[in-house]
């Protein structure tokens, strides 16, 4: 935990006045704990399209205001989180836009960053600060139920400043991330898009596609996918099991990455295919070994644990 003074300005108030979350899933409500724990912000105001979302968030106390109307919540809101799918991502900007006050920071959590910025960028007023930012973190559980407080911790966070943001607003955003715990870097919007698309959006698209190719297989029954599930499988479920509106707008945002990046996939699943068909143990056994070296790497890296279910909660 950071040390609470650490997160407070001269006058030993929150680094935020207040912080308005617009969406209480998995980031939203993490993001409302951690604000708690680290003395983040002074009023943290929620908002979710879902009556029944926003009173389960209101019975967990993640918020101090609560709001169907995204607009109401960031009504003099120094920091705006906008914590929904890429897709709906320029409606909600264009809704919030007239209530945005001016020197507010505008900031989402988004897994494509072109799109967000694509998007969001027509509706953001003069004077407010739109840093768009990736935490890589989450794990396949979504609603407000699923949030903990240290979902961050040893995470990084990206962000993709566009060209001529506020230094100061920039410092703001870091030092906020770095407040939860997380590991900060910047880099370019394209950038980003391209690096998660090989680390998190076509594994996913692969989960999907053994997990529906495994239902599918007329001499297995479900019920033996299920019953004899093994290791491998199981892991790929778990990715499987995570929130489908957000992945299909993934997709769909960041579909020039995927697609380059799954014309090199195909390529390299076919000459494992003939590594195999044709007996080739070496080749097998040197590409194995490589990705075996790149696991350890992570685990070294603290990205991961070795612990039985990779250490999560």
Same mark, same amino acid.
């Given at each position: 935990?950071?040390?609470?003074?650490?997160?407070?300005? /001269?006058?030993?108030?929150?680094?935020?006045?207040?912080?308005?979350?617009?969406?209480? +899933? $998995?980031?939203?409500?993490?993001?409302?704990?951690?604000?708690?724990?680290?003395?983040?912000?002074?009023?943290?105001?929620?908002?979710?399209? &879902?009556?029944?979302?926003?009173?389960?968030?209101?019975?967990?106390?993640?918020?101090? &205001?609560?709001?169907?109307?995204?607009?109401?919540?960031?009504?003099?809101?120094? $920091?705006?989180?906008?914590?929904?799918?890429?897709?709906?991502? %320029?409606?909600? /900007?264009?809704?919030? /836009?007239?209530?945005?006050?001016?020197?507010?920071? $505008?900031?989402?959590?988004?897994?494509?960053? +072109?799109?967000?910025?694509?998007?969001?960028?027509?509706?953001?007023?003069?004077?407010?600060?739109?840093?768009?930012?990736?935490?890589?973190?989450?794990?396949?559980?979504? %609603?407000?139920?699923?949030?903990?407080?240290?979902?961050?911790?040893?995470?990084?966070?990206?962000?993709?400043?566009?060209?001529?943001?506020?230094?100061?607003?920039?410092?703001?955003?870091?030092?906020?991330?770095?407040?939860?715990? @997380?590991?900060?870097?910047?880099?370019? /919007?394209?950038?980003?898009?391209?690096?998660? %698309?090989?680390? &998190?959006?076509?594994?996913?698209?692969?989960?999907?596609?053994?997990?529906?190719?495994?239902?599918?297989?007329?001499?297995?029954?479900?019920?033996?996918?299920?019953?004899?599930? @093994?290791? %491998?499988?199981?892991?790929?479920?778990?990715?499987?099991?995570?929130?489908?509106?957000?992945?299909?707008?993934?997709?769909?945002?960041?579909?020039?990455?995927?697609?380059?990046?799954?014309?090199?996939?195909?390529?390299?699943?076919?000459?494992?295919?003939?590594?195999?068909?044709?007996?080739?143990?070496?080749? $097998?056994?040197?590409?194995?070994?490589?990705?075996?070296?790149?696991?350890?790497?992570?685990?070294?890296?603290?990205?991961?644990?070795?612990?039985?279910?990779? +250490?999560?909660?």
């Amino acid at each position: 935990m950071n040390d609470v003074a650490d997160n407070t300005n /001269a006058a030993g108030r929150p680094m935020f006045d207040k912080v308005a979350l617009i969406g209480l +899933g $998995l980031i939203g409500s993490s993001l409302a704990q951690v604000m708690r724990r680290e003395n983040l912000a002074g009023h943290i105001a929620g908002a979710t399209r &879902s009556e029944s979302t926003l009173r389960r968030a209101e019975e967990l106390g993640l918020c101090d &205001s609560y709001h169907l109307d995204a607009a109401e919540a960031v009504k003099d809101a120094d $920091l705006v989180f906008l914590n929904v799918p890429v897709g709906a991502m %320029g409606p909600v /900007a264009e809704r919030i /836009a007239p209530s945005l006050k001016p020197g507010a920071i $505008l900031t989402d959590v988004g897994s494509v960053k +072109g799109s967000v910025i694509r998007d969001v960028s027509p509706h953001v007023p003069e004077g407010v600060h739109f840093i768009p930012g990736h935490p890589i973190a989450g794990t396949e559980h979504s %609603g407000p139920d699923a949030g903990f407080a240290e979902l961050f911790e040893n995470r990084w966070c990206i962000l993709t400043p566009l060209k001529g943001t506020d230094e100061e607003a920039l410092n703001r955003l870091t030092a906020f991330w770095k407040a939860t715990g @997380a590991h900060v870097d910047t880099m370019p /919007a394209e950038h980003h898009d391209l690096v998660l %698309g090989i680390t &998190s959006h076509l594994p996913h698209l692969i989960a999907y596609n053994i997990v529906a190719t495994a239902a599918d297989l007329e001499e297995v029954t479900e019920s033996e996918v299920i019953k004899y599930s @093994a290791g %491998g499988f199981r892991d790929f479920t778990r990715l499987a099991a995570s929130d489908p509106v957000m992945w299909r707008d993934v997709f769909l945002n960041n579909r020039e990455a995927v697609l380059e990046l799954l014309g090199r996939f195909m390529e390299d699943l076919s000459a494992l295919q003939r590594a195999i068909r044709w007996g080739e143990g070496e080749k $097998l056994h040197e590409l194995f070994k490589r990705s075996r070296r790149i696991r350890r790497e992570i685990i070294e890296a603290g990205q991961d644990t070795a612990a039985p279910g990779f +250490g999560r909660r």
